[in-house]
């Protein structure tokens, strides 16, 4: 019997009709798979659904893969590849194991010979970066930046001072009800010349993506409340 593989299933950045964003080697996939390793069911399932609306749903075996998972049961979200079946990954936006758990259950696959497949879909991350027109060719993602603001006023210089010293594309998210607080915070610390990029709501309706001097930042009229938002610096 054949092992089964696990294949890293990209899925959309919002509420977008998802063939528009996806290929077909998506719904392929969701057609054929019936094991899936996911951060939430319920979003989970109604991707699926979108994608495949005669799948059935009660048949689906669904392990969930987030900050609340026993670490010690995560190997066993594998055991259907070994009965000859493959498990999809999905994250609850964009590409699994980038800025997301998903990458925890790929390093137990090569630990355990088994196949990893990414698919191909949409990274807001990548998205944003090629839109930026800022250095594509050598560039760093840092997650989070600190919530105490003392400590963000220090990341925010670090990661300007590291801009220059490398010529680095520096990338950063946050806590989407907190994105305009941390755009005027990124107007105020970075010196007025460092270039930023917003980039929100890809692949939307709404999207926007601008990049501009930290200087010019505060006469632009936009709001990323609770709006997907990736924010880019490069000195």
Same mark, same amino acid.
């Given at each position: 019997? %054949?092992?089964? $593989?696990? *294949?890293?299933?990209?899925?959309?950045? +919002?509420?977008?009709?998802? @063939?528009?964003? =996806?290929?077909? &080697?998506?719904?392929?996939?969701?057609?054929?798979?019936?094991?899936?390793?996911?951060?939430?069911?319920?979003?989970?399932?109604?991707?699926?659904?979108?994608?495949?609306?005669?799948?059935?749903?009660?048949?689906?075996?669904?392990?969930?893969?987030?900050?609340?998972?026993?670490?010690?049961?995560?190997?066993?979200?594998?055991?259907?590849?070994?009965?000859?079946?493959?498990?999809?990954?999905?994250?609850?936006?964009?590409?699994?194991?980038?800025?997301?758990?998903?990458?925890?259950?790929?390093?137990? %696959?090569?630990? $355990?010979? *088994?196949?990893?497949?990414?698919?191909? +879909?949409?990274?807001?991350? @990548?998205?944003? =970066?090629?839109? &930026?027109?800022?250095?594509?060719?050598?560039?760093?993602?840092?997650?989070?930046?600190?919530?105490?603001?003392?400590?963000?006023?220090?990341?925010?210089?670090?990661?300007?001072?590291?801009?220059?010293?490398?010529?680095?594309?520096?990338?950063?998210?946050?806590?989407?009800?907190?994105?305009?607080?941390?755009?005027?915070?990124?107007?105020?610390?970075?010196?007025?010349?460092?270039?930023?990029?917003?980039?929100?709501?890809?692949?939307?309706?709404?999207?926007?993506?601008?990049?501009?001097?930290?200087?010019?930042?505060?006469?632009?009229?936009?709001?990323?409340?609770?709006?997907?938002?990736?924010?880019?610096?490069?000195?």
């Amino acid at each position: 019997m %054949a092992q089964g $593989k696990l *294949i890293l299933i990209p899925t959309t950045l +919002g509420d977008t009709p998802p @063939l528009e964003v =996806l290929p077909i &080697s998506i719904k392929r996939a969701v057609e054929n798979i019936d094991h899936y390793i996911v951060e939430n069911e319920k979003t989970a399932r109604h991707f699926i659904k979108k994608i495949d609306s005669k799948k059935s749903q009660p048949g689906l075996q669904i392990n969930l893969l987030n900050k609340f998972t026993e670490p010690e049961t995560i190997p066993t979200f594998l055991d259907p590849c070994f009965e000859g079946h493959d498990v999809g990954v999905l994250s609850e936006a964009g590409c699994p194991g980038i800025a997301d758990p998903g990458a925890d259950v790929v390093k137990i %696959a090569h630990d $355990k010979g *088994i196949q990893v497949v990414p698919l191909v +879909g949409p990274s807001s991350i @990548l998205l944003a =970066l090629m839109a &930026s027109g800022l250095n594509g060719q050598n560039f760093a993602f840092n997650g989070y930046l600190p919530i105490d603001s003392v400590e963000r006023k220090k990341a925010i210089k670090r990661l300007e001072r590291t801009s220059k010293e490398l010529n680095q594309a520096q990338i950063f998210i946050e806590t989407p009800y907190r994105n305009d607080k941390l755009l005027v915070e990124l107007s105020k610390t970075l010196s007025k010349n460092c270039n930023l990029c917003v980039a929100c709501d890809i692949t939307l309706a709404t999207e926007y993506i601008a990049t501009k001097k930290a200087s010019e930042w505060p006469r632009v009229a936009v709001t990323l409340h609770k709006r997907p938002t990736i924010f880019i610096i490069q000195q």
